[in-house]
């Protein structure tokens, strides 16, 4: 019902406008679209992007009714300030963290960007030039937690992103004409269900083509600190120049932040796989060895440890796979491994000669 904030967004102003249209004073308006949000909050499970979204909605309604003009930045500040004093450790969460940092892409760097290109451009390219913006703040966030990126993600963003209005629409509509008639509203879910199927496609599509899954590895915190100032220092220039060039500096800063993480040399690494085995090995060249990788009790070993392990040390690719024999506590990591498309060179199995009766 609600992947993130976005939803929240659209529900709440979709239902705030239709209340003004039909000539509803602005306190009661703001006063039921308050109450519907919330109640679509809890509806959703209220995770941490819903209440950040639930907290900003409630704030400008609150600056509507009292005649005060509402900013997104200070609406942002104060929800984060209420989260963390709730639970001060969900600042090292990575579903809080990209929240808001994807809000202030889509705020402040995107009104940095859209102030130097005075004209309006295309439907699409503004799209795009959102992602782009949006990417630019959650970057950092994203290869700290997951090390790596999608070379498509700004591209299929951009196709996805005008259609998750009609969806809301469409879905919200849905349900109310279900209390009613299912038949009808059969019909009418027949749309976001076409949406979802087109999403499915398109992302699908994108992701068998090259370089959907580009591994980076884990960036230190010095180096993401660093971006981030950086980045500050660019769109000040650009915001006091208006010197539209000065904007590839930061798409070269981000192709900056993913190369060079990871470990350089050797070393020689024991996952703790459970009941099993886990040894990963690096030359100086920088070849990847892998021993075994499997486990009985532990469930989705490779997706879970040894493809995040990789994935954080920057390594995309072994270029030897050892395997001491082939029970599942020596090779479940391996197959979770295959199915992912992780590229394995060489897969080297022990040879047993026959015996003379055979």
């Not at 904030?5 to 000539?23: N, V």
């Not at 809301?168 to 299912?182: N, P």
């Not at 971006?227 to 900056?256: D, H, P, Q, W």
Request: net charge neutral; aromatic share 12%.
């Amino acid at each position: 019902l609600a992947v993130s904030g976005l939803h929240i967004s659209i529900f709440g102003m979709g239902l705030y406008r239709l209340l003004r249209r039909i000539y509803c004073p602005i306190p009661v308006a703001s006063a039921l679209t308050a109450g519907v949000v919330y109640s679509f909050g809890v509806l959703t499970g209220m995770e941490l992007s819903t209440t950040r979204a639930v907290i900003m909605f409630f704030m400008m309604m609150l600056a509507g009714s009292l005649g005060y003009t509402y900013d997104t930045v200070t609406a942002l500040s104060v929800s984060g300030m209420l989260q963390l004093w709730e639970n001060p450790f969900v600042l090292w969460y990575a579903g809080f963290l990209l929240s808001y940092t994807a809000v202030l892409g889509a705020v402040v760097i995107t009104g940095v960007v859209k102030n130097v290109w005075k004209k309006r451009a295309e439907r699409l390219l503004e799209t795009i030039e959102s992602s782009l913006c949006i990417q630019m703040a959650t970057l950092p966030v994203l290869l700290f937690f997951y090390y790596e990126v999608s070379g498509y993600s700004i591209l299929v963003n951009a196709c996805v992103l005008p259609f998750m209005g009609i969806l809301l629409f469409f879905g919200a509509a849905g349900g109310v004409i279900g209390l009613f008639h299912g038949g009808m509203a059969a019909v009418v879910l027949k749309v976001p269900e076409w949406i979802l199927v087109g999403c499915q496609w398109i992302c699908a599509f994108f992701s068998g083509l090259p370089g959907n899954s580009i591994i980076t590895g884990k960036p230190s915190m010095e180096k993401i600190i660093l971006y981030y100032i950086l980045l500050l220092i660019i769109l000040n220039i650009i915001r006091s120049t208006e010197k539209r060039r000065c904007f590839l500096g930061s798409i070269v800063l981000m192709a900056i932040l993913c190369c060079g993480n990871g470990t350089k040399g050797t070393e020689v690494d024991f996952l703790d796989v459970g009941q099993g085995d886990g040894i990963f090995l690096q030359s100086e060249q920088g070849n990847g060895v892998f021993i075994d990788g499997g486990s009985t009790d532990v469930g989705k070993v490779g997706t879970y440890r040894i493809l995040p392990f990789l994935k954080c040390r920057g390594i995309k690719e072994i270029s030897l796979w050892f395997l001491s024999h082939t029970d599942e506590d020596h090779i479940s990591g391996l197959n979770e491994i295959l199915e992912e498309g992780y590229p394995v060179r060489n897969i080297c199995l022990l040879y047993t000669s026959p015996s003379p009766r055979d």
